[in-house]
T-cell receptor, first 115, second 115 residues
C-alpha cells in the first residue's frame, strides 16, 4: 500500500499566486487532516475532514480552503499566497475507531516557499 | 488550552546507550498519546500509540509509558543505534476543551546517536 501520498513535493510561488496541494490515501480512512510545520511552532492543524463532503477549521485556517469531494482525496488550496505561508505541509489520515485507537498516518510533506 | 512539552530539546548519546525521552501535557483529558519519528526532510512515522486507559506499549527496542493523571509519557529506547538518529515527536489527542478530538504536538526531541 502507498499509504498517504502528497503532490507536489516542492513548490515555489510568488506572492499572490494560487495553488492546490493534493493528498491521497488508500487506507479507506474516514478522517483526513492538513497540518503545517514551522520551526519553533511545531505542527499545527489547518483544516480537517471527518468524511466525504465535510470539512472543518483547525487551529490556523486563515488563508486556506479545503475540499473533500472523494473519500480518498483531501485538497488544500491557497487562493492568494503570502510569504507567511512558507512552510512544510503535511497531510494525515485516520480511521473511524472509537476509544482512542485511531492512529494518524502522515504523508511525506510538501515544501512550499512563497517569495 | 492543551500544551505539550518535550524534554530535552536535543540529546546526543554514544551508540549502545539506553535513553529516555520525556513528554508532558497540561490537560489530562486525552484519548490517546502517539509517539512519532521524523527524519530530516521527511514525514512523520508513527512509532507507538497508547490509548488513555493503557499504561505502556512496546515495539521492538521501544517502550512508551503513559501516566495520564500526572500528564507524563516517556519513550524508552534500548541499545540505541546510529539509525535511531531523528526527531521524536509526541502528540496527544484531546478529549476536552476547544481542541476536542484534535492532536496537540510537542516541539520534539532531536536525537543523535554517534558511533
Amino acid at each position: 500500500n502507498a499509504g498517504v501520498t502528497q503532490t507536489p513535493k516542492f513548490r515555489v510561488l510568488k506572492t499572490g499566486q494560487s495553488m492546490t496541494l493534493l493528498c491521497a490515501q488508500d487506507m479507506n480512512h474516514e478522517y483526513m487532516y492538513w497540518y503545517r510545520q514551522d520551526p519553533g511552532m511545531g505542527l499545527r492543524l489547518i483544516h480537517y475532514s471527518v468524511g466525504e463532503g465535510t470539512t472543518a477549521k483547525g487551529e490556523v485556517p486563515d488563508g486556506y480552503n479545503v475540499s473533500r469531494l472523494k473519500k480518498q482525496n483531501f485538497l488544500l488550496g491557497l487562493e492568494s499566497a503570502a510569504p507567511s505561508q512558507t512552510s512544510v505541509y503535511f497531510c494525515a489520515s485516520s480511521s473511524l475507531r472509537t476509544g482512542g485507537f485511531d492512529e494518524q498516518y502522515f504523508g511525506p510533506g510538501t515544501r512550499l516557499t512563497v517569495t | 488550552k492543551q500544551e505539550v512539552t518535550q524534554i530535552p530539546a536535543a540529546l546526543s548519546v554514544p551508540e549502545g546507550e539506553n535513553l529516555v525521552l520525556n513528554c508532558s501535557f497540561t490537560d489530562s483529558a486525552i484519548y490517546n498519546l502517539q509517539w512519532f519519528r521524523q527524519d530530516p526532510g521527511k514525514g512523520l512515522t508513527s512509532l507507538l500509540l497508547i490509548q488513555s486507559s493503557q499504561r505502556e506499549q512496546t515495539s521492538g527496542r521501544l517502550n512508551a509509558s503513559l501516566d495520564k493523571s500526572s500528564g507524563r509519557s516517556t519513550l524508552y529506547i534500548a541499545a540505541s543505534q546510529p539509525g535511531d538518529s531523528a526527531t521524536y515527536l509526541c502528540a496527544v489527542k484531546n478529549a476536552g476543551g476547544t481542541s476536542y478530538g484534535k492532536l496537540t504536538f510537542g516541539q520534539g526531541t532531536i536525537l543523535t546517536v554517534h558511533p
